[in-house]
């Protein structure tokens, strides 16, 4: 039972423009959600976070929008860079520090 | 401020055999959870640690065990190695204190087994 979706195996976008990041969850008891950027062999990079009491934070290019009643959240990149070209994680967590991990979207930003 | 380490990087093991892990956490960070990603099943939670006590367990066998120090680093220790064992071990390093949810996490310890 995968509890944290991210549907989007990969994603392009040229640099300057929008990048968008999808994420479902199906547990309405998740109340912290985590976005991480991944380089092969390197450990996540933490990015932004997001509690259930916000439906928005933001930090620099970085944006993550939370819809509770969708239970959706997304990542948006603004404007890309080619060294975001990375893979993304989204992960969820119910007020304790074990979160689940969505399965990653490669996203991949052309120069 | 330093992050999150963790030892060894690289680690060759055979069947049956035992593998201890090791992780600083972040300086004042007092919680350390450890994951397994494989490309099969993605980042799994296998258990967290705070003030030397298992807080959160995920679903793994009991051949997979750690241990919280008093300065908070944390070992993990995986008995009777399987081939399914193989795997990148990630350690997360956060304050614990349950206000804050951030989690940071080490390069990673690369765990083969033949």
């Known amino acids: 039972d995968q509890q944290v979706k991210q549907n989007s195996p990969s994603l392009s976008v040229q640099e300057g423009r929008i990048s968008i990041l999808n994420c479902d969850y199906t547990n309405s008891m998740f109340d912290y959600f985590l976005w991480y950027k991944k380089y092969p062999a390197e450990g996540p990079t933490f990015l932004i976070s997001?509690?259930?009491?916000?439906d928005k934070n933001e930090d620099g290019r970085f944006t993550v929008f939370l819809n509770k009643s969708a239970k959706h959240l997304s990542l948006h990149i603004v404007p890309s860079q080619p060294g975001d070209s990375a893979v993304y994680f989204c992960?969820?967590?119910?007020?304790?520090?074990?979160?689940?991990f969505g399965t990653g979207t490669r996203l991949k930003v052309l120069a | 401020k330093a992050g999150v380490t963790q030892t060894p990087r690289y680690l060759i093991k055979t069947r049956g055999q035992q593998v201890t892990l090791s992780c600083s956490p972040i300086s004042g960070h007092r919680s350390v959870s450890w994951y397994q990603q494989t490309p099969g099943q993605g980042l799994q939670f296998l258990f967290e640690y705070f003030s030397e006590t298992q807080r959160n367990k995920g679903n793994f066998p009991g051949r997979f065990s750690g241990r919280q120090f008093s300065n908070s680093r944390s070992e993990m220790n995986v008995s009777t190695l399987e081939l399914g064992d193989s795997a990148l071990y990630l350690c997360a390093s956060s304050l614990g204190d349950r206000k804050t949810y951030e989690q940071y996490f080490g390069p990673g310890t690369r765990l083969t087994v033949t």
């Open positions: 997001i509690s259930s009491i916000k």
């Open positions: 992960a969820a967590s119910k007020g304790t520090y074990k979160y689940i």
